[in-house]
């Protein structure tokens, strides 16, 4: 039975390791931690951390494309598929994110804005992964905005431009609610967003949860 | 004469510390950046930076309160003050600022935002003292659309909430344009944020550089 314990999981090992890393660079950041931190956390052995992710640059593209992309896609990108219109969705997104962060009493960020801002500047590669989260991201609002005019619910719009608009005032939004510890900076952009959306859409077009 | 080097221009000494940190935190960030690679940059003697900063933090709130606070300055709130209405200004400025990362060609991103995604979750001084900077620019940009309102430039429009919407769709812009390394995100969002704010404001009533 000797040295099982170690090898009888390498997948859940892995998952370990990268929720670890997750959790602590979106909490104090990828720069901040280090490889030992994170090793304690997922409670792993060196030789383990070693045979999966030789250097720490490995598990940040891990993070990345496993779990940041999973977090935007599970609060943008799916209650977009679920919700009627993008309007619709967007507002439910703001409200559910407003008061995850009410409940928790604390604004630790949005998890691709902190490492975009954090890692861009240093290593090409990984500001390319988190490119491509951003870009998945826009694609769907994108989508949902095309889709909607071709259902008659919108009118002139800019499908482009507007979700780069609604994914920024998100960012931005976020980043300043982290510098105020203070959900105000959502609220404020969840009208906004919501009034300048509504202008772009005929009354009586606009549903809540898709019907069909 | 001797020692005299070192102390006979202090606030000079001061002030190339300073200067070299701003850069560096800027580029590659304040976690990233050493004491050591700020005085080489700055090349003065470990005495001096001693003397002026005993510590990085000090240095960090020294950058915010003096660097970071006077580029939002210069780059948003000076603007305000010299175009006749907020859309006129805020166009010019995502102008500018376009202008300026295009000729440059590369986006390190804005030095607010930067500072304020790697350092709010580390320490609650600086957290507050970049926040400080996010509201003297809230601050500024409300008070022009306050008074677009009262000269009867604009009609129904909620300064708070259209002041937080124009800053954190900049932050979230440059921040997509960082990622990407490509100032599309500014242009998408200068264009929504235009058409969206000239909805609120009476045609014929806006100017450029103000006249008064």
């Known amino acids: 039975m000797s040295g099982q314990g ?3 999981d390498p997948e859940g090992v892995r998952r370990r390791i990268v929720d670890a890393a997750y959790e602590a660079f979106v909490q104090r950041g990828y720069l901040a ?4 931190e994170i090793r304690d956390m997922a409670a792993v052995s060196g030789g383990a951390m070693a045979h999966h992710f030789p250097a720490k640059r ?3 593209l891990a993070v990345i494309r ?3 992309a999973d977090a935007v896609a599970r609060t943008w990108i799916e209650p977009l598929d679920a919700c009627a219109d993008a309007p619709s969705a967007i507002d439910r997104i703001f409200a559910a994110i407003i008061n995850e962060l009410k409940r928790k009493g604390s604004v ?3 998890p691709l804005n902190n490492m975009a801002m954090e890692i861009a500047a240093h290593d090409a590669g990984m500001r390319e992964a988190l490119d491509a989260v951003f870009l998945a991201w826009q694609q769907a609002l994108r989508a949902k905005f095309k889709h909607d005019v071709k259902q008659g619910r919108a009118g002139d719009l800019h499908p482009d431009r507007l979700a780069t608009l609604v994914i920024a005032a998100y960012s931005g939004a976020i980043a300043m609610a982290k510098a105020r510890q ?5 609220i404020d952009c969840r009208s906004e967003l919501a009034s300048l959306l509504a202008a772009h859409y005929r009354p009586g077009k606009r549903g809540g949860r898709r019907a069909d």
Chains 1, 2 share one sequence.
Request: glycine share 14%.
């Open 6 to 8: 170690r090898t009888n």
């Open 33 to 36: 931690t280090g490889m030992l």
């Open 58 to 60: 490995d598990l940040g």
């Open 108 to 110: 630790s960020g949005c």
């Open 66 to 68: 496993d779990r940041v």
């Open 182 to 186: 203070n959900v105000q900076p959502l």
